[in-house]
């Protein structure tokens, strides 16, 4: 009897699992996967679509495709994983038996309480949600003047919150817009927790954006029209974009398996196998084992390609009785871009530890291509090449 293996998710985790499975099993297991959305999106450049949607077309590709004509695909969002069963609910209340799973379904904007902010902000996890802030910019320099300019608020100085400052700053130099961008990070530094270098890299580059940046204080309440900064600021906005944190799928609380009691991100081992031995996990909808260390592998898009290779191999390898491989995330180093701009830092291979200009820029586009052609082909990666 043929067992089926079911993939939840079609961003980096689930669409690299599958090419994976596809690749590896044989007649051995038929191939299901599931996805709230009919394409892969390349996120880490869904920011550009803030400055121009029709990027959008050089970085959304269809699953159909994307996968084999023997892969099977469903269109719905998971509401529930019953372990017990292996039996999946949709939103529309069909169900989908498994013998074995992968959840690579990604995560959620995390809010962390702050009171108003998931009701007045926007967030940056869909192509949908990039099209929007471009939208909602437009708009907002449309209403604005010279002497009443509009305030564009972005929260959190992680990557995503500095390339999407960065992509505004962009729109508002090309468009001659009256925009004041503020950027909010609660710790003492953007890019927090990294490498000081890094860190007064990207500050420069932000402020030669004239992005201001505020630092050392957080978030502490929003509502329609203000965003209170600490004890003392307060930040009239017109948007608000949050990217200041991930928490888990809400479908994730329903899966009978060891979570993350307050994130309700799935505990996976170093081979993504739960406490279930059917059900692995990756990406950002899970939490890794890494050996030697006692920190999770990071939730970022890197890590996600490596982890999908071995996770539809090791799926692979539990349908045939073999023993699992152990996955240790290797930092191939970091890539931010600000506007036109890049900074590269401890990129593996290379001499110099943190550096900008035209390679650090090329090089991210490079890395972009990269995956785009593992994705869907070389055309698609040298057509997107130009706006990465």
Not at 3 to 32: H, M, P, Q
Not at 49 to 58: A, F, G, L, Q
Not at 180 to 204: C, M, S, T, W, Y
Not at 290 to 297: E, G, H, I, V
Request: with cysteine; charged share 30%; proline share 3%.
């Amino acid at each position: 009897m043929t067992d089926d293996v079911v993939v939840l998710g079609s961003g980096y985790a689930g669409t690299g699992a599958v090419k994976r499975l596809e690749s590896v099993l044989d007649d051995e297991a038929d191939i299901t996967w599931v996805s709230d959305v009919d394409h892969h999106l390349v996120l880490h450049e869904s920011h550009r679509c803030i400055r121009n949607p029709e990027v959008k077309e050089k970085i959304t590709f269809d699953v159909a495709e994307i996968k084999a004509p023997s892969t099977r695909f469903v269109q719905g969002r998971v509401t529930d994983i019953d372990a017990d069963e292996r039996i999946l609910t949709l939103e529309d209340d069909s169900t989908i038996d498994y013998d074995y799973l992968l959840v690579g379904f990604g995560s959620r904007t995390a809010f962390f309480g702050i009171e108003g902010l998931e009701e007045h902000s926007l967030t940056l996890k869909t192509l949908q949600d990039a099209l929007d802030i471009h939208e909602a910019v437009t708009e907002a320099a449309r209403e604005a003047s010279r002497e009443d300019r509009a305030q564009i608020v972005v929260g959190g100085a992680g990557l995503s919150g500095i390339q999407s400052a960065g992509e505004i700053a962009s729109f508002r130099d090309k468009h001659r817009a009256p925009i004041d961008i503020h950027l909010v990070e609660g710790l003492d530094n953007v890019f927090p927790n990294n490498d000081p270098v890094v860190q007064a890299k990207l500050r420069k580059l932000l402020e030669e954006k004239d992005v201001e940046i505020h630092t050392g204080e957080f978030i502490g309440e929003v509502d329609e029209e203000t965003v209170y900064v600490g004890d003392e600021t307060e930040l009239d906005y017109d948007v608000l974009l949050w990217a200041g944190g991930i928490t888990g799928q809400e479908a994730a609380a329903t899966a009978d398996v060891e979570k993350d009691e307050r994130s309700n991100r799935i505990e996976a081992a170093s081979d993504f196998r739960t406490s279930d031995e059917r059900i692995f996990a990756i990406g950002d909808a899970a939490l890794v084992d890494q050996p030697d260390t006692d920190q999770p592998a990071p939730p970022t898009a890197q890590a996600a390609w490596q982890a999908a290779e071995v996770a539809g191999e090791n799926i692979a390898r539990a349908i045939r009785g073999q023993p699992l491989k152990e996955w240790t995330y290797d930092d191939k180093g970091t890539l931010i871009s600000v506007g036109e701009k890049a900074v590269a830092h401890d990129v593996k291979g290379l001499p110099v530890d943190t550096f900008g200009g035209p390679a650090a820029k090329a090089l991210k586009k490079t890395v972009a291509a990269r995956w785009i052609k593992k994705v869907n082909g070389f055309a698609d990666a040298a057509k997107a090449f130009p706006d990465m």
